[in-house]
Structures are given as C-alpha cells and as structure tokens.
C-alpha cells in the first residue's frame, strides 16, 4: 500500500500520529517511529512525505489532550498549582477542559494537515 498509494499511506500516518500522541507523550511515540521509517527507507521506500506527516501528527495530535505533549504536562501541573495556592479554581486547566478545549483544535488542525498534504504532495515529495 505504501508504494501503490503513498498519500494515502501519509495521511494514515498522519491521524494514526496525531491520535496516539493524544493519548500517550508525542516524544516517545515519535522515537518509536523513526526506527520504522528508517526500515522503510532502507527497504527502498521514498518516506520523505511520511516524515512530514508524522512531523505534523504528533506536533497537532499533542493538542489533542494534557498528556500529548510534555509541555501540556506541565502548564497543567503549573496551573493547577496556581488554582490551589491562590484560591480560585478557574485559574486550573485540568485534563477534562483541556480535552473540551484541545480535540477540536487537535481535529481543526489535522483536517488542515490532511488538506496540505493532499495538496502539497508533489511540492513535499523529495525523489
């Protein structure tokens, strides 16, 4: 599928990226995969384009929830410190607001990404 449909096989990559790093920190998810498109490439697969979809999955997916990104993981943590030490509870982003708030952008996002690589595949494409 990879060689007969390339974009489709991108934007595979892209949602399947971007919903996992949702669930699970995008930097281990993204170490998992290089190994994966290294063996593609060394098996004569062109993965220049599903470099870029994965690039762009976990960077979108990472917004999808708290956990998706370290950086999430932190603000959390920092706001919901700032929630307790001064009293006011609207100053705490806790995971269920930030997945109301996050998987739209996160969907938004990818509905572009999906757009740009449809579109772009030629220009994205290194032969």
Same mark, same amino acid.
């Given at each position: 599928?990879?060689?007969?449909? !390339?974009?489709?096989?991108?934007?595979?990559?892209?949602?399947? %990226?971007?919903?996992?790093?949702?669930?699970?920190?995008? $930097? !281990?998810?993204? %170490?998992?995969?290089?190994?994966?498109?290294? @063996?593609?490439?060394? /098996?004569?697969?062109?993965?220049?384009? $599903?470099?870029? %979809?994965?690039?762009? @999955?976990?960077?979108? @997916?990472?917004?999808?929830?708290?956990?998706?990104? #370290?950086?999430?993981?932190?603000?959390? #943590?920092?706001? /919901?410190?700032?929630?307790? /030490?001064?009293?006011? !509870?609207?100053? %705490? $982003? #806790?995971?269920?607001?930030? $997945?109301?708030?996050?998987? !739209?952008?996160?969907?938004?996002?990818?509905?572009?990404?999906?757009?740009?690589?449809?579109?772009?595949?030629?220009?994205?494409?290194?032969?």
């Amino acid at each position: 599928m990879i060689t007969d449909h !390339p974009v489709i096989a991108a934007l595979v990559v892209l949602w399947i %990226a971007a919903l996992l790093s949702a669930l699970i920190d995008n $930097i !281990p998810f993204t %170490a998992a995969m290089i190994p994966v498109l290294v @063996g593609l490439q060394n /098996e004569g697969v062109n993965v220049s384009v $599903i470099w870029w %979809a994965l690039a762009m @999955g976990v960077g979108m @997916g990472g917004n999808g929830s708290h956990i998706g990104s #370290t950086a999430n993981v932190y603000i959390v #943590t920092i706001s /919901e410190r700032l929630a307790r /030490e001064t009293g006011n !509870p609207a100053l %705490a $982003i #806790t995971p269920g607001l930030w $997945i109301r708030k996050g998987t !739209p952008v996160m969907l938004v996002t990818l509905a572009l990404c999906t757009i740009y690589i449809w579109a772009a595949y030629d220009y994205l494409y290194v032969a």
